[in-house]
C-alpha cells in the first residue's frame, strides 16, 4: 500500500484570511474599497515574504490604519 501525501495550500489560505481581515477592518474604519483592497494587497505581501506572521502582518496593517484615519479625521494629515 503506498502513501500519497496530498498538496494542500496552507500559506495561500492563510494569506487571503490575512488579507480579508486587512479589508474587512478597514471598511469598518471607513475606508473605500479600493484603499481597503490595498491595504489587504499590502499584508498580504508581507505575510507570504515571510517578514511577518499572519497575526502581526493583520496587527501592523490595522494600527496604520487606525492612525491614519485618526490623522484624517483630526485634520493632522491627509492626502496629497
Known sequence: MSAVLLHFPYRRVR????????????????????HADNAAAMA????????????AAISEMNDLLRTAMR??????GGGA
Open 44 to 55: 498580504r505581501r508581507d505575510f507570504l515574504s515571510g517578514r511577518r506572521s499572519a497575526a
Open 15 to 34: 494569506a487571503a484570511a490575512v488579507a480579508e481581515a486587512v479589508r474587512r477592518a478597514a471598511v469598518r474604519l471607513g475606508y473605500h474599497q479600493h
Open 71 to 76: 490623522a484624517i479625521r483630526t485634520g493632522e
